[in-house]
């Protein structure tokens, strides 16, 4: 059977969700994925990115990632976001990559894609369920198919308990406060594996 496509597509201002993101894509690449790892847009000044040091840096690290477009979403049968919240929110960044892609949803080709979201917040109860289920109310409109960890592993536990998505918390040394790699590991794989599920439903 062809090789179920997973993209993976994040935002990320200081490194945090870039990680999470490859963590997921290392995942989805084991459960036996073709994966595309995938930043979004940045729409900052550029004279705020270069006033804050770690911006600055994640930006030139991940310089030579590829900026995830409607082609890549046409292209998965699977897709994990990662997103940091803004007020409870997701990040205007992967708002409006997400608000461009009318065009792919008026001719049909995001219904059933396989979805699942991950997140990042400065505080413990910072929004990060929030943003999540905000991510997810799009995806609900898409058609898609949602596929959250649940408590489906003890990974999830150790991570801080989300159902709804991995999630993790920044600490004031920029570094993540939470143990979530396992989780995230575990969360792409169950994407994938239901993404796969699906593929073999409709061959």
Same mark, same amino acid.
Not at 160 to 180: A, H, I, L, W
């Given at each position: 059977?062809?090789?179920?496509?997973?993209?993976?597509?994040?935002?990320?201002?200081?490194?945090?969700?870039?990680?999470?993101?490859?963590?997921?894509?290392?995942?989805?690449?084991?459960?036996?994925?073709?994966?595309? %790892?995938?930043?979004?847009?940045?729409?900052?000044?550029?004279?705020?990115?270069?006033?804050?040091?770690?911006?600055? /840096?994640?930006?030139?690290?991940?310089?030579?990632?590829?900026?995830?477009?409607?082609?890549?979403?046409?292209?998965?049968?699977?897709?994990?976001?990662?997103?940091?919240?803004?007020?409870?929110?997701?990040? /205007?960044?992967?708002?409006?990559?997400?608000?461009?892609?009318?065009? %792919?949803?008026?001719?049909?080709?995001?219904?059933?894609?396989?979805?699942?979201?991950?997140?990042?917040?400065?505080?413990?109860?910072?929004?990060?369920?929030?943003?999540?289920?905000?991510?997810?109310?799009?995806?609900?409109?898409?058609?898609?198919?949602?596929?959250?960890?649940?408590?489906?592993?003890?990974?999830?536990?150790? /991570?801080?308990?989300?159902?709804?998505?991995?999630?993790?918390?920044?600490?004031?040394?920029?570094?993540?406060?939470?143990?979530?790699?396992?989780?995230?590991?575990?969360? /792409?794989?169950?994407?994938?594996?239901?993404?796969?599920?699906?593929?073999?439903?409709?061959?």
């Amino acid at each position: 059977m062809e090789k179920v496509k997973c993209a993976v597509i994040y935002y990320s201002m200081t490194g945090i969700n870039y990680q999470l993101a490859q963590w997921a894509a290392e995942s989805a690449k084991v459960a036996g994925a073709d994966v595309r %790892l995938l930043k979004v847009r940045e729409l900052a000044p550029e004279s705020a990115i270069n006033n804050n040091p770690a911006w600055k /840096a994640n930006t030139e690290a991940t310089k030579d990632i590829k900026e995830a477009g409607s082609d890549d979403l046409d292209w998965a049968d699977a897709i994990v976001f990662s997103v940091p919240t803004r007020f409870g929110n997701i990040a /205007a960044q992967m708002k409006q990559f997400i608000d461009l892609q009318g065009g %792919l949803w008026a001719q049909g080709k995001l219904m059933n894609k396989v979805v699942s979201g991950m997140s990042s917040a400065q505080n413990p109860h910072g929004g990060q369920e929030a943003t999540i289920k905000s991510l997810y109310t799009s995806m609900m409109h898409w058609g898609a198919i949602i596929v959250s960890p649940g408590y489906t592993d003890p990974s999830i536990f150790k /991570a801080g308990g989300n159902p709804y998505g991995t999630s993790v918390t920044q600490g004031q040394d920029g570094k993540m406060v939470e143990d979530v790699k396992d989780a995230v590991f575990h969360q /792409a794989k169950r994407t994938v594996e239901v993404a796969m599920w699906l593929k073999k439903g409709k061959v």
